[in-house]
């Protein structure tokens, strides 16, 4: 007990690991993940009070507050409502016994400590989330100029309305033609599966 309490105290608990996934089904977060709904865990880091769980739909944080306490709570942040920004890896300097990345997944910012033995599988880590980010943003970008596209439509043709020839009908028709092709666009632009970029990026 003491020496889990010293270790809390030197900040050496909350250096994580990286687990493979041979043991994946050993860690508490396995518990939480969707599994009937085809979510697969794809990265994952355990620290002694934390573990970080990335599967293809969302980031799992079981976060603890010491590694002395059994006290934990259970986070989830999806990808299609949490944009992933500002990702950074910080290598380790020559005494430095850790490695960090640091993220944010919307508004919440994140930083983790990982043992510098595995940094290989850390820059894997690294470019799978830059490259989600990246798609997240692209994604942002035609949503907007979808919506954009759709008032000038509507507006356009409610101009058309009031002149001597009735087109309330057709007027209904365009407006739930134009709201059927939105949805669709922001289904296609609004991504909650990056199960394609982890196979591309993590080879643990």
């Excluded at 250096?15 to 599994?35: E, L, N, Q």
């Excluded at 009031?162 to 669709?184: C, H, P």
Aim: hydrophobic letters at 40%.
């Amino acid at each position: 007990m003491l020496k889990r309490v010293a270790s809390d105290v030197l900040g050496l608990s909350d250096i994580g690991s990286v687990i493979k996934p041979v043991d994946y089904d050993k860690v508490d977060t396995d518990d939480y993940v969707m599994h009937e709904d085809n979510e697969k865990i794809y990265f994952l880091i355990k620290s002694k009070s934390d573990e970080y769980c990335f599967t293809n739909k969302a980031l799992i944080h079981l976060d603890g507050t010491s590694a002395a306490s059994k006290k934990r709570m259970l986070y989830r942040y999806e990808y299609d409502i949490n944009t992933v920004s500002n990702v950074m890896l910080e290598t380790a300097g020559t005494v430095d016994l850790d490695v960090e990345v640091k993220f944010n997944i919307g508004s919440t910012p994140f930083s983790i400590d990982v043992h510098k033995k595995h940094i290989e599988e850390l820059k894997d880590l690294y470019k799978a989330l830059i490259k989600i980010a990246e798609i997240q943003r692209d994604n942002a970008t035609m949503l907007k100029f979808a919506g954009e596209s759709l008032s000038l439509a509507s507006a356009t043709l409610n101009r058309t309305e009031g002149t001597e020839v009735s087109i309330s009908d057709e007027f209904k028709a365009m407006n739930e033609l134009a709201f059927n092709w939105f949805a669709q666009t922001k289904k296609q632009y609004n991504v909650k599966d990056f199960g394609d970029v982890f196979e591309r990026y993590i080879n643990n």
